[in-house]
């Protein structure tokens, strides 16, 4: 069974300072690994995702995330924050070798930017 | 494109009603997913379809729920008899299948906005 770990709820952080969404999975196989975010009253809305290649992602609104296959982790890192990303953050994965196409999310963290 | 649509967005009814929520895919899309979102147990996939053939349907909660894809720009996630418990926001998401890794704008899913269902 694949698993996602989101083990903050919620992360602070100031207006301009860099920011950390931590996410770990668990896979049978190798990982497709995403991001999501979603704002109040609203569906998801994918950010990046890592199939194959660079371990470093690169998405949406200046997001990226590290792969670390040893760690088995994908953080979601953004190098100043703004207060537009406050929001809710998912990390999903699937299993890319068994070909199952559904996703696993992890719970979420919600990410406050104070001004 | 509009995206995926969910209608209704908002529905309340009373328990032991019968609920019908519909979703429309992204046009040439061969996958949908249905999620339920609460917030004591966050994202849930409840059933997938590919090209309309139900793929993976161990996450419905129970035969109170059903769902169907009669063809590939419509499906319906239906719930009878309706009950309390069952109040929670539900996702329908479509995506296209990779055939070539390098496209990598396949194999993301694209949500709808979701349909707010309240059970009284």
């Known amino acids: 069974a694949q698993s996602v770990a989101q083990p903050e709820d919620q992360v602070n952080v100031a207006e301009g300072n860099p920011l950390t969404v931590k996410c770990t999975y668990s896979?049978?196989?190798?990982?497709?690994l995403f991001w999501y975010v979603q704002y109040p009253n609203r569906g998801l809305q994918f950010l990046l995702k890592?199939?194959?290649?660079?371990?470093l992602v690169k998405g949406s609104y200046g997001f990226e995330a590290e792969f670390n296959k040893s760690q088995t982790s994908f953080h979601l890192k953004k190098p100043s924050a703004l207060v537009s990303d406050s929001a809710l953050y998912f990390c999903?994965?699937?299993?890319?070798?068994?070909?199952?196409?559904?996703?696993?999310f992890g719970s979420g963290t919600r990410l406050q930017v104070q001004p | 494109d509009a995206g995926v649509i969910q209608s209704p967005r908002h529905e309340v009814t009373e328990m032991g009603q019968e609920v019908t929520l519909r979703c429309k895919p992204i046009?040439?899309?061969?996958?949908l997913f249905w999620y339920r979102q609460t917030m004591m147990r966050g994202l849930e996939l409840l059933i997938y379809?590919?090209?309309?053939?139900?793929?993976?349907d161990s996450g419905m909660p129970e035969d109170r729920f059903s769902a169907k894809m009669p063809n590939a720009s419509f499906s319906t996630l239906k719930i009878q008899p309706s009950e309390p418990r069952d109040s929670a926001v539900y996702f329908c998401?479509?995506?296209?299948?990779?055939?070539?890794?390098?496209?990598?704008?396949?194999?993301?899913?694209?949500f709808g906005a979701g349909t707010r269902l309240s059970v009284l």
């Open positions: 998401a479509s995506s296209l299948r990779n055939l070539v890794l390098r496209d990598v704008g396949k194999n993301i899913q694209y």
């Open positions: 896979v049978s196989g190798n990982p497709y």
């Open positions: 890592y199939i194959t290649g660079d371990n």
């Open positions: 999903a994965v699937s299993a890319r070798d068994t070909g199952r196409r559904a996703l696993t």
């Open positions: 046009s040439g899309h061969d996958y």
């Open positions: 379809f590919n090209n309309n053939v139900p793929i993976d």
